[in-house]
């Protein structure tokens, strides 16, 4: 696995290299305050890929490196340096406050990284004893795995077509909190905490790596995710896989194993990313054509009524002429998917930063038809252009967030930002250690709950004091999994044999 790092670790700084050279000609701002950029963030990808990180370590970086240096730089050679979602254009004017500002907060998280490296190791706390719950299931494997399918297949097909939690959605329905909470729940936390149960109690009990229960577990968030119609399911496909690499010395046909998994996981992202559009673009059509039906029943005169008017202010690219379709916007997604740079010069342009600011966006609660917070304070999505409108009232909402950099930095304080963040991101990696202690080491689901934490971060902003529901789903997942993991009866014997 060493070589493997390293290997990919030569790749990943010769190519970000080349690629942030060809970059440099078109960034508009000092050209040594990119290259300092660009420097720092390919040092903390590179320097978390080694075998000692921790999971949060690892996904953290990589999702500063997609949100801030992968999104910039390829804005800058093919969107023509547009940065979408960042507000007016003449916010690029401020680039240069935008990047050092970056550039502060990472290093923050590299700091984080290298003292909690060198003074919090973590150790391995194996209990040999078997669990009440792993017994069970190693005894009655089908039927369980049965009744998992069972409830999987269940919960996916309600959610869909009962449309109970989709993202980006606004539903017309009414539906018990409790009900939408726990699929919800399910969806994002509940059925992929006992996936990485059953894979671990396999590895851990009989030292084996079931390629037919791993792809079953890909099943599971390829339905549940597509049932969302949320595309980030490459991602949670992809945080599996890099668990198991863990294990690669116990990995029968090693080259045959993992290139099954990359092909479903390839298979998997495009099916579902081609469905999960394709559902939202003619979501929007129907909407656009009811409210043409309705102004023709009103005998309204429409002029220069066109195909194109159907979808009311929805757009898939930066360039105004390209129709929306499902293709076009999977790649649009690629490069602006991501959160990070974008925000962050939306909030540098801000001449309203202070302490006073971020106090209030603390006390923001979701509204379902109005803009957020940071919408209308940084004048992001000021064209409308996530928006499906059904005349005043809004059926189809994008995610408009500024992750937990931006967000920080509400309060136009270096320090402050600094701060936060090393202590946020070092609390973050010894939370991952303490999941890893209390769950027999279960590596599978440390590395799920870490990119769940961290792509909760680098979504962030809207709403913000409603975190502890997040929160509350964490723990629950954490409790779950330790209670599968160390439950004997109605008690836990002290006296374990810790080896």
């Known amino acids: 696995m060493k070589k493997i790092f390293k290997t990919v670790s030569i790749i990943l700084f010769s190519v970000s290299v080349a690629i942030s050279l060809l970059a440099l000609q078109f960034h508009e701002g000092n050209v040594y305050n990119y290259l300092i950029f660009c420097i720092l963030i390919n040092i903390l ?21 997609l949100g801030f240096w992968f ?14 979602d960042s507000g007016p254009i003449t916010n690029m004017i401020n680039i240069d406050k935008a990047i050092f500002t970056s550039t502060v907060a990472i290093s923050a998280v590299l700091l984080s990284f290298i ?59 009414e539906i018990s909190p409790i009900i939408n909470n726990f699929f919800k729940w399910m969806l994002l936390f509940g059925l992929t905490t006992l996936s990485c149960f059953f894979i671990y109690t396999e590895i851990l009990r009989i030292k084996k790596i079931s390629l037919p229960l791993i792809i079953l577990a890909f099943f599971e968030i390829f339905l549940s995710y597509t ?27 090693k080259k045959f194993f993992f290139s099954i998994l990359i092909i479903l996981i390839l298979s998997m992202f495009f099916i579902n990313n081609y ?26 005169k429409i002029q220069n009524h066109n195909d194109d008017q159907n979808i009311v202010k929805f757009k898939v690219s ?30 540098v342009n801000s001449k309203k930063l202070g302490f006073e600011l ?42 408009t967030l500024p992750g937990i950099f ?35 080491n279960n590596i599978i689901f440390a590395s799920f709950i870490s990119f769940m934490i961290c792509f909760r971060l680098f979504n962030f902003g809207y709403a913000p004091s409603d975190t502890y529901l997040f929160i509350i789903s964490v723990l629950i997942s954490v409790f779950l999994i330790y209670l599968l993991s160390r439950f004997n009866y109605f008690f836990l014997k002290k006296n374990n044999n810790i080896q």
């Not at 999104?71 to 979408?84: Q, V, W």
């Not at 049965?146 to 989709?166: E, G, H, T, V």
């Not at 049932?227 to 010395?249: D, E, Q």
Request: net charge positive; hydrophobic share 45%; aromatic share 20%.
């Open 45 to 65: 990808f590179i320097y978390t890929l080694k075998t000692k990180s921790l999971f949060f370590e690892i996904y953290f970086a990589a999702f500063i490196w």
């Open 275 to 300: 469905f999960s559009n394709f559902v939202r673009i003619n979501f929007a059509q129907e909407i656009g054509t009811e409210i043409i039906n309705k102004d023709k029943n009103k005998d309204i």
């Open 227 to 253: 049932s969302m119609l949320s595309r980030a399911l490459i991602m949670n496909l992809s945080v599996i896989t890099f668990s198991l690499s863990k294990y690669f010395n116990i990995i029968k046909n």
């Open 406 to 440: 931006s967000f920080l930095f509400y309060t136009g304080n270096y320090y402050f930002l600094f701060v936060v963040i090393f202590i946020l991101t070092f609390l973050l990696s010894y939370f991952e250690i303490f999941c890893k202690k209390i769950t027999n």
């Open 318 to 347: 930066n360039d105004p002429n390209v129709k929306p379709s499902p293709i076009n916007m999977s790649f649009f997604i690629v490069i602006n998917r991501w959160v990070g740079i974008e925000s962050m010069i939306a909030v």
């Open 71 to 84: 999104k910039y730089t390829l804005s800058l050679i093919f969107l023509n340096g547009i940065i979408y």
């Open 115 to 173: 003292v909690r490296r060198k003074f919090f190791k973590e150790k391995e706390y194996i209990i040999k004893e078997t669990s009440f719950f792993e017994t069970q299931y190693l005894n009655h494997k089908n039927k369980i795995i049965f009744l998992f399918i069972m409830l999987f297949c269940i919960i996916a097909y309600l959610n869909f077509n009962l449309s109970i939690y989709q993202k980006g959605f606004i539903y017309k329905n």
């Open 358 to 399: 971020f106090y209030e966006s603390l006390r923001e609660k979701k509204i379902i038809n109005k803009k957020t917070f940071y919408e209308t304070t940084f004048q992001v999505d000021y064209d409308g252009g996530k928006e499906v409108m059904e005349g005043k009232k809004r059926v189809l909402k994008g995610n």
